[in-house]
């Protein structure tokens, strides 16, 4: 029986976003060391051109959404396979900015290109701060801006203008046609398979035909090394059938299998 794990639609993990005020979130902290349980049941998640090179060495990278986007793949079905059952997830594996930065996220605001640092209020790791919990990291102290809140503006804001570049690429790679429809195709050791669709990747031959113009132009802008670890990356699709494998049937691993396929 083959059984559909579509990837899911993006912006991920946030239920309640709103704007960080000291008025609504003065006396709220975050619970540290609460890990990764929201992102334990998501088997795509975005990613930034500069994480490519590492990001690559342990997930394939694809590109999908209406308006593709590069993600990584964490999973055949609809779990992440890196994340156990209390949220730790694998030390051996590299974590996405967009993963480290939740609970906080950048809000839209009606000016133009305007930006403000924002957080999900139903995020289960906010509490009301206590002075006697030594693991409590405060959002707001005299009602100003915590560190703690500074450098989540600080890495929110350059994780805003990576998203910029890497929409810019994924648009251009779209634009010159080489973005092609792929589906994976596991086969489990019970007999079960899983197909998961709804990503692209780059066709090579495709990439081959640019004119000397656009690589070139893409060269400078250090796109063909994005392309290539994109590439390279395909290979760590067994890496997702191995545990995928174990969760099925833990002792037997052996003949699993995955094809990836032109989507029909």
Do not use: C
């Not at 083959?2 to 979130?25: D, G, N, Q």
């Not at 609809?78 to 809000?107: C, E, K, M, Q, T």
């Not at 090394?225 to 002792?251: C, F, K, N």
Request: glycine share 6%; net charge negative; hydrophobic share 40%.
């Amino acid at each position: 029986m083959t059984e559909t794990a579509p990837i899911p639609s993006l912006p991920l993990f946030y239920v309640k976003p709103e704007p960080i005020t000291a008025e609504r979130h003065g006396d709220l902290a975050l619970e540290m060391g609460q890990g990764y349980r929201f992102a334990a049941h998501t088997n795509a998640v975005p990613i930034m051109g500069s994480e490519f090179a590492e990001a690559g060495r342990f997930y394939p990278i694809v590109f999908a959404g209406q308006v593709p986007h590069p993600v990584v793949m964490l999973g055949l079905e609809r779990d992440n396979l890196f994340v156990d059952s209390v949220g730790h997830w694998s030390d051996r594996h590299y974590i996405p900015a967009y993963v480290r930065r939740y609970p906080f996220v950048f809000i839209e605001t009606a000016a133009k290109d305007g930006f403000i640092l924002g957080i999900d209020a139903a995020s289960d790791r906010l509490r009301r701060a206590s002075a006697k919990r030594l693991s409590d990291a405060r959002l707001f102290l005299d009602a100003k801006p915590s560190p703690l809140t500074q450098e989540a503006l600080r890495f929110s804001s350059a994780l805003q203008s990576e998203h910029v570049a890497a929409r810019e690429f994924s648009d251009a790679l779209e634009q010159h046609g080489l973005l092609v429809p792929r589906q994976a195709d596991a086969l489990l050791p019970g007999g079960r398979h899983i197909l998961l669709p709804g990503f692209k990747v780059v066709d090579f031959q495709r990439f081959l035909m640019l004119s000397d113009e656009t690589v070139l132009a893409w060269n400078r802008k250090g796109w063909l090394r994005l392309i290539y670890q994109h590439l390279d990356s395909q290979m760590r699709w067994s890496d997702l059938l191995g545990p995928q494998a174990v969760r099925e049937t833990p002792d037997t691993t052996n003949d699993a299998t995955l094809e990836l396929e032109t989507s029909k």
